[in-house]
């Protein structure tokens, strides 16, 4: 027998040493996350082992798992409390150490292993804790999946049948660096900084650049959990202003950012301009397009309206399909249409054949864009971002708001925008031309300005995403509009950051 987890424990008692601690909110859509010590603790973690060892059964899969776990000061232990919960339920864990999370990935076609349980909170803040999980490489757990491994968690109705076994994989990085390299090296000589925030793509990443034939300025690439300058976040302008600053200084061609667990690429150009991963998203759907001509490309709800409208792709025969916002659900649409990329806003972007395995990985998203630039030896990163139609676009903004409330937020802010279409009422002066609803709502008006808002996946926030093809203040505009009906409820707190 194993005890009911409780969904809250006071520290420094009894009860919080003796009996598993795992609050509901921390099932996400499709990967786990919690605050460490006040929404879980370790026995709580223990659980989760025991709840996925079960969930791997109960879907018909061998019990067989890669584990792994990012560079935080409490990520190993909270590894191998999830281990011991493996083992109870029978699985046989291969332990590959300290990785990326792409390196999990791989690991299960390396070592030919189904299934995957990576210890990491990405670029959440220190304190934060989670596991990304999947039972059929190279996808991840969506909703169904977490739906019910937190019923058998919260249930504690496991299968602990016993007859684990575990396996330390030595030196494993070597192998995931070898695969990455084996390769023509650049013709082209790139200097590149390399941008890793002090986390867990430090210890690979400048490795696998000089590997390819790049000049590489390590830019805190030191492994230090407390995180000493900023987030490792691609997304977040402190640390592209760190690596502007850096590309300036060291006249490098291109700013590579990678984000707390490996599987996130951000990129500065040569003039140290920010660009946001869904533009250098569509400079590789036309690099890769020009080499496979008809390729659908899957991009998030979140991403810039070019996939769609940019003359190169349209020429290329390219088709956009525009899908929900998370790694797990692209990762699964872009296998299920075969598409040759998936590219989120966020910086997570999905190869298959021949560019990669299907999952996300900061490294694989890093060679593209250096093989992208390899292919035009005439032209600077500057000069291929400013061959794309211009448009106004914002960062991702997020306003705070309880995980229990923000989803029925979302469908309030949805019904008001359908109830105004339905009237044929304007937004920003203009008729509504289109609405996206597969996750949240993307509302698009006549000249082609367009807002998102959504519930985030990971963390108690929305987000909120405007962009105009016709001028930066109609950008502000749909960014007023927007906020205004947020407004309206006031459990949506103050934006990360905003415009």
């Not at 059929?136 to 739906?147: A, I, S, W, Y």
């Not at 990085?173 to 002090?198: E, F, H, S, W």
């Not at 519930?455 to 995403?465: D, I, Q």
């Not at 960014?479 to 009906?485: L, S």
Request: proline share 5%; with cysteine; hydrophobic share 40%.
């Amino acid at each position: 027998m194993f005890p009911k987890p409780k969904a809250a424990l006071s520290p420094n008692t009894y009860a919080y040493e003796s009996e598993p601690l795992v609050k509901a909110t921390g099932f996400r859509e499709y990967d786990a996350r919690w605050l460490l010590e006040k929404e879980i603790n370790l026995m709580g973690i223990q659980a989760l082992g025991m709840g996925l060892g079960t969930l791997i059964r109960e879907l018909g899969q061998k019990p067989e798992i890669v584990t792994a776990h990012d560079f935080r000061s409490y990520s190993a232990s909270v590894k191998y409390a999830l281990v011991s919960g493996l083992l109870a339920a029978g699985c046989k864990v291969h332990d590959i150490g300290l990785a990326m999370t792409p390196m999990a990935y791989f690991a299960q076609f390396e070592l030919d292993v189904p299934c995957v349980a990576m210890v990491t909170a990405s670029h959440n803040d220190n304190g934060w804790t989670g596991v990304k999980m999947g039972a059929n490489r190279p996808l991840t757990f969506g909703p169904d999946e977490m739906t019910r491994l937190k019923e058998i968690v919260l249930g504690a109705a496991f299968d602990l049948r016993g007859g684990g076994s575990y396996h330390f994989v030595e030196n494993f990085p070597d192998r995931y660096i070898a695969d990455l390299t084996r390769r023509p090296k650049l013709k082209r000589r790139l200097k590149v900084i390399c941008a890793c925030g002090n986390g867990t793509a430090g210890a690979f990443a400048p490795r696998v650049l000089e590997a390819i034939g790049c000049e590489v300025v390590p830019l805190d690439c030191e492994l230090d959990h407390s995180f000493p300058k900023y987030n490792p976040n691609p997304e977040d302008m402190e640390m592209l202003h760190a690596i502007r600053d850096a590309v300036l200084a060291h006249k490098a061609d291109v700013g590579l950012g990678f984000d707390g667990d490996g599987d996130r690429c951000g990129v500065v150009d040569n003039t140290g301009d920010e660009i946001f991963a869904d533009k250098v998203g569509v400079m590789l759907a036309r690099d890769m397009s020009s080499l496979h001509p008809g390729a659908t490309f899957v991009v998030d709800v979140k991403s810039t309206g070019l996939y769609a409208t940019d003359p190169v792709l349209q020429k290329n025969g390219v088709k956009a399909d525009y899908w929900k916002t998370g790694h797990s659900y692209m990762k699964r649409r872009t296998h299920e249409l075969g598409a040759l990329a998936g590219f989120e806003k966020s910086g997570h972007y999905f190869f298959n054949a021949p560019f990669g395995r299907g999952y996300d990985d900061g490294l694989v998203s890093a060679l593209a864009i250096c093989d992208m630039m390899d292919r035009n030896p005439e032209k600077t990163m500057s000069d291929l971002k400013n061959c794309l139609p211009k448009t106004w676009g914002s960062p991702t903004m997020a306003p705070h708001c309880d995980d229990e409330k923000k989803y029925g937020i979302v469908t309030e802010v949805v019904k008001y925008f359908e109830a105004a279409k339905a009237r044929g009422d304007t937004v920003i002066g203009e008729p509504i031309r289109d609405l996206v609803t597969v996750n949240g709502v993307r509302v698009t008006v006549a000249d082609g300005t367009w807002g998102l808002v959504r519930a985030s996946s990971n963390k108690p926030e929305l987000v909120v995403v405007v962009e105009s093809p016709v001028s930066e203040a109609r950008m502000r505009e749909m960014f007023k509009a927007v906020d205004a009906v947020l407004r309206t409820h006031p459990e949506v707190g103050a934006y990360n950051q905003t415009i």
